[in-house]
């Protein structure tokens, strides 16, 4: 990583707290957020396999277009705690506003795209006659909720670069509870099928928007900064979310380059994989939490220019991800036999799964110091550097994850292949880590 000496035990102790007062909140509030499709799908599911086939085209396309904005957090979260390391609040809240004001920008250019559209994307992805009706229904109806989402996910980056990752959880628990009750309301009680449940998340949506645009503004109010749109900060906030958005572009590729492969494979391998997928996704919610606390704090350390602080931060986190990588990589073995028969009885899927599951347990490890050095770099606002490294690794692995079809290598070959993905991520990362170049101190990179 570094070529820093141990921290003393006092600061590794104070490290720790930190780490944990920001991670756990943040993990809750990572999961809160797919439980709104969960919701989603077990109310309209009642509704008919139709309508649930609607849902999950819909939200596919949802869920794809708010997850190549994530780096409105990311890059946010940064940009913001370098400002309070620097001890200039103002500064942070109005890097923060940027963001949000980005947000609003981008939001408003998707529901223009995709509200004349939506018949085209559902065709594309293959909905029957009998589906698409309902997929385009609610894709219409919920993608005027993608501008509260994004206004939530730049809203959280400036929390969490204020240090605060407790509000955001409260506001996901809160946008959950009332994203299911509006959504059986307006289902069932006002009998608007699918179109209700769409309205409904596009409600709780726009509230958790306006409880954080409330939260930031009294903050700008108390510091005293303008929350008029900046074109010169708007500007930045979106130079320095495009290698974030490359980066994120990329590992997407690589996600759907291993489902294309799977379903290759036959039915039962898609379906395992799907499995093995689902949990490796819950798992990454745990480890992303401390990758979240590491922006946080690495950047507040950067802003104030304390370089010794960044690199011992950075030694402390690496250890807490190998040590979770460990934890959650044991549970999942012992676990593993009881898990499958959650998801299917079919004995084919399980025979698939297994082997496949034990490869996700062996590479947690791994991925728990991917996700802690991701962190710690994109902390440190180095985000070209985590461009070219993820364009990399999916140079790498595409023709290696084709490799697995042509050799009839099977769902556990895949695994590996995945497996080797995040072990190329971890050269590229830990490379990075021990050269110090992404130590850059000051309010700004």
């Known amino acids: 990583m570094t070529q820093a000496s141990a921290p003393p035990r006092p600061a590794r102790r104070q490290h720790d707290r930190e780490i944990v007062t920001l991670a756990v909140p ?3 509030a990572l999961v809160a957020e797919p439980l709104f499709v969960l919701a989603d799908s077990a109310i309209v599911g009642h509704l008919g396999t139709a309508q649930l086939a609607g849902l999950g085209i819909a939200s596919a396309l949802l869920t794809t277009a708010v997850s190549v904005f994530v780096f409105l957090a990311y890059a946010t979260t940064a940009a913001v705690a370098r400002r309070v390391g620097a001890g200039d609040l103002p500064a942070a809240i109005r890097q923060g506003m940027d963001g949000i004001w980005l947000a609003l920008l981008l939001g408003g250019a998707v529901v223009t795209a995709v509200v004349p559209t939506a018949p085209t994307l559902v065709e594309v992805f293959g909905a029957s006659d009998t589906v698409a009706p309902y997929a385009t229904t609610y894709l219409r109806i919920s993608v005027l909720g993608i501008p509260a989402m994004l206004v939530v996910l730049a809203a959280t980056g400036v929390l969490r670069g ?6 955001p959880l409260y506001v996901a628990v809160a946008g959950f509870v009332a994203n299911g009750a509006l959504n059986a309301g307006l289902v069932y009680g006002a009998d608007l099928g699918i179109a209700g449940s769409a309205w409904g998340t596009v409600i709780a949506q726009c509230g958790m928007a306006a409880v954080y645009l409330v939260v930031v503004v009294r903050g700008a109010r108390r510091h005293g900064a303008s929350l008029r749109p900046d074109t010169a900060g708007i500007r930045a906030s979106a130079q320095a979310g495009l290698p974030l958005l490359v980066r994120t572009l990329s590992l997407r590729a690589i996600l759907m380059i291993a489902t294309a492969v799977a379903a290759r494979l036959g039915d039962a391998d898609i379906a395992a994989h799907q499995i093995a997928l689902s949990l490796w996704s819950l798992l990454a919610f745990a480890l992303d939490a401390i990758a979240i606390a590491g922006q946080a704090i690495v950047g507040r350390f950067l802003g104030a220019g304390d370089t010794q602080g960044a690199r011992e931060v950075c030694r402390r ?19 593993r036999s009881a898990f499958l028969p959650l998801f299917t009885d079919d004995a084919a899927v399980k025979n698939a799964a297994l082997p496949a599951l034990l490869v996700v347990a062996l590479s947690q490890p791994i991925a728990g110091i991917v996700f802690v050095l991701d962190g710690v770099l994109m902390g440190a606002g180095d985000g070209p550097y985590l461009a070219w490294a993820m364009v ?6 595409t023709p290696v994850a084709l490799l697995v079809t042509a050799l009839d290598g099977g769902l556990t070959a895949l695994w590996g292949a995945l497996t080797l993905m995040m072990a190329i991520r971890l050269l590229t990362l830990w490379l990075r880590a021990r050269s110090g170049r992404w130590i850059v101190t000051g309010a700004t990179r």
């Open 317 to 335: 986190m690496v250890q807490w991800g190998i040590a979770v990588g460990l934890v959650l990589g044991l549970l999942v073995i012992v676990t």
């Open 26 to 28: 943040a993990f809750g």
């Open 162 to 167: 204020l240090q605060d990752t407790r509000t």
């Open 392 to 397: 990399i690794t999916l140079a790498v692995f």
